[in-house]
């Protein structure tokens, strides 16, 4: 009895043990990987937590008489993209497309681009990603605090990408995105364009956007308000995607980078 009493206890306490160990390892990565402040701007959207604790995303984005829709395995990136005249994706190995000849867009700069812009700011908390204190942005008499995102080497189809995130200073939500655009060039880009983040949507705990503002630009500087992009029918899965999402369409061809 006396050995059943202590092998009882030892597992006990080894539970215990692997228990607190996972929490200060958590707590560590937490504290070790994101600044303060761009964990508190993860809680003020609904938290990391809540994020990650989905598999699949879907949406549509207005976009004339047919809307585009958009299918993601928020794990992996894999991605299809519906619209009227191209279905295109990414299976995880390759670039595919099926398009008519009105399709002048290029698959591998496409791919994930306004889910990125989207799923901001969680996505700000990929891998790769370097974090460095940004001036703040003015905008109507109000002083935005912000961080400048760059990312590791082979981070990515464009590494060179940055991105600039400011805040509320009271509230913590997002309230503008600066990025610049290197996929061509492959090179820095001094050109920072601008978008805004002023109406927002909760969805099952996590707050989104509803609609993306795109501004016009002087100096590098948000100027006047351009156009919209309007999102609709966003859902979230706890359960992935089928495979077969993003495989290549029986017409489709393997675009080669």
């Known amino acids: 009895m006396k050995s059943l009493y202590y092998s009882i206890v030892l597992v006990v306490f080894l539970f215990a043990c692997k228990q607190q160990a996972i929490q200060v390892v958590d707590s560590t990565i937490q504290t070790r990987t994101y600044p303060e ?3 508190s701007i993860f809680k003020a959207h609904g938290g990391l937590a809540t994020w990650r604790a989905h598999k ?26 519906e619209a009227s005249n191209v279905t295109m994706g990414y299976d995880g190995s390759n670039f595919w497309m099926e398009a008519d000849t009105s399709y002048k867009g290029n698959p591998i700069f496409y791919k ?20 460095h ?14 961080f400048r995102i760059s990312y590791g080497d082979g981070v990515g189809v464009s590494p060179e990408d940055e991105y600039f995130i400011h805040y509320n200073p009271e509230t913590y939500q997002m309230e ?3 990025y610049t ?3 061509y060039s492959k090179e820095k880009s001094k050109s920072i364009k601008w978008i805004r983040y002023d109406d927002w949507i909760t969805i ?13 630009t002087e100096d590098n500087l948000p100027i006047e308000l351009r ?8 859902r979230l899965n706890k359960e992935p995607f089928e495979d077969s999402m993003f495989s290549k369409t029986a017409n489709a061809e393997i675009v080669i980078e």
């Open 37 to 39: 402040a761009m964990q």
């Open 56 to 81: 699949a995303m879907s949406y549509e984005i207005e976009k004339g008489e047919q809307n585009e829709r958009q299918f993601i395995d928020l794990h992996d990136r894999r991605e299809r993209i």
């Open 112 to 131: 994930n681009l306004m889910f990125y812009f989207y799923a901001m700011p969680f996505v700000l908390a990929d891998d790769g990603i370097q974090y």
């Open 133 to 146: 204190e940004a001036e703040p942005l003015r905008f109507d008499g109000i002083s935005y605090p912000g």
């Open 176 to 178: 503008w995105l600066g």
């Open 181 to 183: 655009v290197t996929f």
């Open 204 to 216: 099952q705990n996590l707050v989104l956007p509803n609609t993306l503002a795109w501004y016009t």
């Open 227 to 234: 156009n919209r992009r309007v999102f609709k029918n966003v």
